[in-house]
């Protein structure tokens, strides 16, 4: 009986069940046109440098294998760009071209154990622009190596 007396009040009121199914349209922003999707590709490639105690190094993966997207969440340029995808590189897939500080590398990473590096993004400072490649960006993200995850 409730029910019936409900319906029936909204129907009596012909504006406010217009604004009823109305304001769903207008109350949500379209999201799809705030997003922008990139997929890494096999003609990606990663470098990373880093040093020892001993050394610097460089060491490449010259071929991304496996394709992934990251989804680029567009807002006002005051916030920060929000991102969701990750990376799995190979840890076998790196190469610092000598033989012997590759080896350590993976022996270091665990790469039998751990066969991946998980790179997760979670947001961007701003949005990548080629052109304006001496502006430095920065971010956040979350790096699982050796079964550790921490949050950069």
Do not use: H
């Not at 379209?30 to 999707?37: M, T």
């Not at 000598?98 to 990473?109: E, F, G, I, P, V």
């Amino acid at each position: 009986m409730i029910k019936i007396r409900i319906a029936t009040n909204l129907l009596k009121r012909p504006f406010l069940l217009l604004f009823l199914f109305m304001w769903p349209i207008f109350s949500f922003k379209n999201i799809s046109a705030d997003l922008e999707k990139w997929i890494l590709t096999k003609q990606c490639t990663l470098k990373v440098n880093g040093s020892t105690n001993i050394n610097k190094f460089s060491c490449i993966i010259p071929e991304y294998t496996q394709p992934d997207t990251l989804v680029f969440y567009k807002r006002n340029k005051n916030e920060l760009m929000k991102i969701t995808g990750s990376m799995a590189l190979e840890v076998q897939k790196f190469d610092c071209k000598n033989a012997m500080m590759t080896s350590d590398l993976r022996k270091t990473l665990k790469a039998k154990v751990y066969p991946k590096i998980i790179i997760r993004f979670l947001n961007l400072s701003r949005y990548p622009d080629p052109s304006m490649k001496e502006r430095a960006i920065s971010g956040a993200v979350t790096i699982e190596l050796s079964g550790i995850v921490k949050r950069f």
